[in-house]
C-alpha cells in the first residue's frame, strides 16, 4: 500500500511555525519512541537552523528500556540534547529543566547583569506524538486540547511554566514521503489519518513486519500458532477474537483495526519499530 498524507491545514501550520520562528529561543521537539527517525520531520530540520532543541523520546513506557537508551545513546553522540518522558504519567518536569540547561548560559548572562529572563520555546512533532498531552503534564491543567487522532491542535496556543513559556503548534508533517517505511511506521503510531488508509492492507502490512522484529509477539497476544505468512496470522487472529462476517468469513476490517489499536495502546507488548543503525 503506498501511503501519501498532507491536508491542508499542514501547510498553514507550517507558515505560522515559521513566522513565529523568531519568537522563541529554542525548540522542544517531540518524537514518539517507537518510531525515532520516523518522527524526524524534514521541515523541523530546517527550522532547527540556528535554534537550540531539546529532543523528547515520549511515550517510552511503550518501549524496552534499551531500546530507548540506544537511542538516547544514538542522539549523544550527534550532539543532541534529550530527555525521556512519558505524557500521560502526569509529570514531564524533566522537560522544563532540560530546557533550562539547554539555554542556561543565556539564563546566566541575563543573571549577571540582574535581569530575570524566561525561556520560550516552540513545540514540534508529527501528529500523534503527545506534544499537548506533554505539555498538560507540565502545567499540570489541560489548557492545551489533546486527542487521539492526527491533527487535533490546529492553532497556536501560549502556555507558561516555571519561567518557561511554550508555544503549542499542530502536529506536522511534511509534504510526500519517499520512503513507503516511514509512511508505515507513522501510520502504524496513529500519526496519519486512519480514514485515508485501507486499514486492512496496514494491518497486513504490519504483521508482516513485526513478525520479524518479534516472532513471539502475536503468539503471546492472541495464543496462536507461528507462522511466516501474515495473512495466515491475521485469520488466526480474527477466528481467536471470534471476529467474523457474514458467511464466516474474518471480519478483516474489525480485526485490522483492532490490531492497530492493540499496538498503539501497548497491549502488544514493548515493541519499537526502529533501532539506531549501529544496533
Known amino acids: 500500500m503506498i ?21 522563541v529561543d529554542a525548540l522542544i521537539y517531540v518524537i514518539d519512541a517507537r ?3 520516523s518522527c524526524i520531520n524534514p521541515v523541523f530540520e530546517k527550522m532547527l537552523a540556528g535554534k537550540r532543541a531539546l529532543y523528547v ?9 534499551s531500546d530507548v537508551s540506544h537511542w538516547c545513546e544514538a542522539f549523544k553522540r550527534e ?13 514531564c518536569s524533566q522537560i522544563v529543566s532540560g530546557l533550562k540547561q539547554l539555554m542556561a548560559d543565556k539564563i546566566d548572562k541575563y543573571a549577571q547583569k540582574g535581569a530575570k529572563i524566561g525561556v520560550r520555546a516552540m513545540v514540534v512533532g508529527v501528529p500523534n506524538s503527545g506534544k499537548s498531552t506533554i505539555i498538560n503534564s507540565m502545567i499540570k491543567k489541560s489548557k492545551a486540547v489533546t486527542g487521539d487522532r492526527p491533527g ?28 513507503q517505511k516511514v509512511a508505515h511506521h507513522l501510520a502504524y503510531i496513529g500519526s496519519i489519518k486512519d480514514d485515508v488508509l485501507d486499514e486492512s492492507e496496514l494491518a497486513f502490512d504490519f504483521i508482516d513486519e513485526v513478525k520479524e522484529l518479534y516472532p513471539d509477539c502475536f503468539k503471546l497476544r492472541y495464543g496462536i500458532k507461528e507462522s511466516k505468512y501474515a495473512l495466515e496470522i491475521f485469520n488466526a487472529i480474527a477466528a481467536a477474537r471470534g471476529y467474523k462476517a457474514k458467511g464466516g468469513d474474518p471480519d478483516y476490517d474489525r480485526t485490522a483495526r483492532m490490531i492497530i489499536d492493540e499496538f498503539r495502546k ?14
Open 57 to 65: 523520546f515520549n511515550k517510552c513506557d511503550l518501549v524496552e528500556p
Open 35 to 37: 518510531a525515532v527517525s
Open 79 to 91: 550532539g543532541k540534547s534529550y530527555v525521556k518522558a512519558v505524557g500521560t504519567s502526569g509529570d
Open 3 to 23: 501511503i501519501q498524507w498532507f491536508p491542508g491545514h499542514m501547510t498553514k501550520a507550517i507558515r505560522m511555525m515559521e513566522d513565529n520562528l523568531r519568537l
Open 266 to 279: 501497548g497491549k502488544l507488548g514493548k515493541l519499537s519499530l526502529e533501532a539506531p543503525p549501529q544496533f
Open 152 to 179: 487535533v491542535t490546529r492553532g497556536k496556543q501560549w502556555l507558561s511554566v516555571d519561567g518557561v513559556d511554550f508555544l503549542d503548534t499542530p502536529g506536522t508533517l511534511w509534504s510526500k514521503f519517499e520512503d
